[in-house]
């Protein structure tokens, strides 16, 4: 079993911290801040609750003054890299809000972001002084350090995971737009996986907005064809006409406003190889889809979908890859099977009870079956 996430944060790493604060500042003392990080409640609580009890004692234990404080983090900050050391940027966000220190704060972020990342801390700025800090990311856009472009973009997700959603950004994106215009042809990786993961969070809730841009971007440049792509993997799941049209599954228009060329495919099997699993076991599924001779030229997106049962009653649908490719006289008959296993993750929980599942094609639902899931062996219903 993997060791928990907060385990990062342990005993040992929160001492060896201390003394390297206290090799920069000599009055720091190790051992309070230690038995204030580590002290009551320390081993219930998760990785964001260890990280602010670390930023909170760095509080407690470093110069009052908030520029001396940053100075002794900014002498130690070069070694400090990676994911635990989050609450570099986080300190920003807990002491460094007051109007007298925002160009201060702003600058930090852009340093700490290097080391780990200011996409959290960042958002508090935004909420409260939403103009003047994305006018500052917008300057960041354009830096030589693909972590600050990469911030100035991951920062203002609408729907950052593991962060507080930006309400002004879900009702309207358009003042994160320049940015996201900037940094289209990124040299960076790193830096379009974020435009793209933008442009999907701006789906869910402006789809139109999306789709405009898809229209206008697509076709300009390979890299920008790549954030295209997957920026609009969520309206491709929804089947959106003026998406799927610009991605060749088909016209827009057709029935429903799905791809009208695919939907004349014929399912000749889509079945498990049994109806019957148990959590932890897996599924065999195995599918033969013939697609019309007119459909060549177009591109076939086969998915199939689980609507999982929840204990409310209602179902979660969430839906998995099977092929996505150009249809030529080749491909024509699409055969295979694909290994579902059902084992629980951090973000899904299995019930017992009927599942359903549906073969798509571009979209649309062509097929479904289902499973009678039984609870793992040894275990009752939850």
């Not at 204990?311 to 694909?338: E, Y």
Request: proline share 5%; net charge neutral.
């Amino acid at each position: 079993m993997a060791e928990p996430l907060k385990n990062i944060y342990d005993g040992d790493f929160v001492y060896k911290f201390g003394l390297l604060v206290q090799s920069a500042w000599s009055s720091f003392d190790a051992d309070r801040f230690t038995h204030l990080v580590t002290g009551d409640g320390w081993e219930q609580l998760e990785l964001k609750g260890r990280m602010r009890r670390i930023t909170l004692s760095l509080g407690r234990t470093l110069p009052e003054r908030y520029e001396q404080a940053l100075d002794v983090l900014c002498a130690i900050d070069e070694p400090c890299t990676g994911l635990a050391y989050l609450f570099f940027p986080d300190f920003i966000e807990v002491y460094g809000r007051d109007e007298a220190h925002w160009e201060l704060s702003m600058s930090m972020l852009q340093r700490f972001t290097s080391r780990s990342t200011s996409e959290f801390a960042i958002r508090p700025f935004i909420l409260e002084q939403s103009e003047r800090t994305l006018a500052a990311m917008l300057e960041w856009a354009d830096s030589e350090d693909e972590h600050v472009r990469r911030l100035a973009s991951e920062g203002c997700r609408p729907r950052l995971p593991w962060a507080p959603a930006l309400p002004l950004l879900k009702r309207d994106p358009s003042p994160v737009l320049p940015i996201l215009e900037k940094l289209r042809q990124d040299k960076s990786l790193y830096v379009r996986k974020s435009v793209a993961n933008h442009l999907n969070d701006i789906s869910k809730d402006n789809p139109a907005v999306v789709v405009a841009i898809a229209k206008r971007w697509f076709g300009t440049h390979p890299l920008t064809d790549w954030i295209v792509r997957k920026g609009c993997r969520t309206l491709v799941k929804q089947a959106e006409p003026g998406v799927m049209a610009l991605f060749g599954y088909g016209e827009e228009g057709g029935e429903e406003g799905t791809a009208s060329k695919s939907l004349a495919a014929h399912v000749h099997q889509f079945e498990p190889n049994r109806k019957e699993s148990a959590i932890g076991d897996e599924t065999l599924l195995r599918y033969d889809v013939q697609l019309p001779q007119e459909g060549a030229g177009d591109r076939v997106r086969l998915e199939y979908s689980i609507d999982y049962v929840r204990p409310t009653g209602k179902r979660s649908h969430k839906r998995f890859l099977l092929a996505d490719k150009p249809v030529t006289a080749g491909t024509l008959r699409l055969q295979g099977s694909k290994r579902h296993a059902w084992r629980e993750l951090s973000t899904r929980k299995l019930f017992p009870g009927e599942h359903r599942i549906a073969l798509w094609i571009n979209g649309a639902e062509m097929a479904a079956t289902s499973i009678m899931l039984q609870a793992a062996e040894g275990v009752g219903n939850r």
